[in-house]
């Protein structure tokens, strides 16, 4: 078994590995790990979330499918290719890659799911990947939770690893998280590609119960550019090796179990926000005083969205008539006269007119971590949303993403 990354404990039972295999034909010399193998030794319960584009990928197709049974045992990744618009090939594909790793692994093929990200409509270079995935089943164990982090990534700056620990009836649990994501995420899903493993025994409906929750108030409430994946995905396994009296949504330890779910899937989607493709800084928009639940996220989302917005804070530029004109549009119960508008702790607007305090919202805006408040005061409801900045880095990465 591979030493354990520092300050990132494991779960019991789960084992990594990653290979190399060219997916992308990257630039010569480069050795870039860019498939990742993830083992359970024991069945493991789990829940997920997909994107609900209309055009899915291959593997998201196949884990709609097979999520149904609500176990799990491994999950073969790729990163450089999405296998998506790939026809009765990919879907071909997508199974292959689960058989061959289910026979390498011994374990049942229903139990493997697949996913993919990268390029668009191009098929998979099966012939590089079929002795990978036999590589890996024979290292399993050879890779951390970190490794298999830096290989998922497509135009990601850095591997994005979280966890918890939790202690349960006197046994200490962990829960851990390894994601990817800069680009083409959007909410209504989860994010781009992300595996939560525990083992912690989580009885299936209470898992589900928790997992929907914690997507909601962390994944789904993302947004870089506002195009949404074909590719998204997110599986939470729960394998139950900890020993505990198996968590039902009525135990005790159900609440601290979901506020560590919420709290470390919240954690990652600050990582995937933070690393938006050319960003320079996180960004989070809260619009609280709202009438309904409704129109403050629908408010929240119109801000962090905004391309207007979002080059104002990369320019450090507290151009807030942006953010009200934002609000005016986004289609909820708000009145100009009543609103108040922050950068940080500086209040800029009150009661829809400028305070003057530009010197103040300048300094705010110049940090790596900035938040924009709007407060409508209609009403007690609040939400938040995280994106970040958009730069020349963004074009730049994007022009150039087949190439």
């Not at 291959?58 to 026809?87: C, H, W």
Request: charged share 25%.
């Amino acid at each position: 078994m591979p030493e354990k990354t520092p300050d990132i404990p494991l779960p019991l039972g789960f084992l990594f590995s990653t290979a190399e295999a060219a997916i992308k034909k990257p630039a010569k010399g480069s050795k870039r790990k860019d498939m990742a193998l993830i083992y359970s030794e024991a069945d493991a319960v789990c829940s997920a979330a997909f994107t609900t584009n209309k055009v899915k990928g291959a593997p998201v197709k196949l884990g709609i499918e097979r999520i149904k049974s609500g176990k799990a045992r491994a999950v073969v990744i790729n990163s450089g290719n999405s296998n998506v618009s790939t026809g009765k090939r990919g879907m071909g594909d997508a199974r292959e890659m689960a058989a061959l790793a289910a026979r390498h692994l011994g374990i049942p093929e229903h139990l493997v799911h697949v996913s993919s990200t990268g390029v668009i409509g191009v098929p998979l270079p099966m012939q590089r990947i079929r002795p990978r995935i036999a590589e890996m089943a024979r290292s399993i164990g050879s890779a951390s939770a970190l490794d298999a982090a830096g290989a998922i990534m497509t135009t990601d700056t850095f591997p994005k690893v979280a966890a918890r620990r939790l202690k349960i009836g006197g046994r200490t649990g962990t829960i851990l998280g390894i994601c990817k994501g800069a680009g083409m995420i959007a909410p209504k899903m989860a994010t781009m590609l992300c595996f939560i493993m525990t083992d912690i025994a989580v009885k299936r409906s209470a898992l589900d119960r928790a997992f929907k929750e914690a997507v909601g108030c962390s994944f789904n409430r993302i947004t870089i550019d506002g195009d949404m994946s074909t590719s998204d995905t997110a599986i939470v396994m729960a394998n139950g090796m900890l020993g505990n009296k198996e968590i039902t949504a009525s135990s005790s330890h159900y609440s601290r179990f979901k506020k560590a779910l919420s709290g470390l899937a919240y954690e990652l989607s600050k990582m995937i926000a933070r690393d938006g493709e050319g960003a320079t800084k996180l960004i989070e928009v809260e619009v609280r005083g709202a009438r309904t639940e409704a129109d403050a996220l629908r408010g929240a989302f119109t801000i962090a969205n905004s391309l207007l917005v979002k080059t104002a804070v990369y320019g450090n530029d507290a151009n807030w008539g942006r953010i009200m004109a934002a609000l005016g549009r986004a289609g909820i119960d708000m009145s100009e006269e009543k609103t108040d508008i922050y950068f940080g702790k500086v209040r800029i607007v009150s009661r829809g007119v400028s305070t003057g305090k530009y010197d103040k919202a300048g300094e705010a805006l110049r940090q790596k971590e900035v938040k924009i408040t709007a407060d409508l005061n209609m009403g007690r409801h609040k939400a938040s949303v995280l994106t970040c900045d958009i730069t020349e880095g963004y074009i730049r990465v994007n022009a150039e993403y087949r190439t």
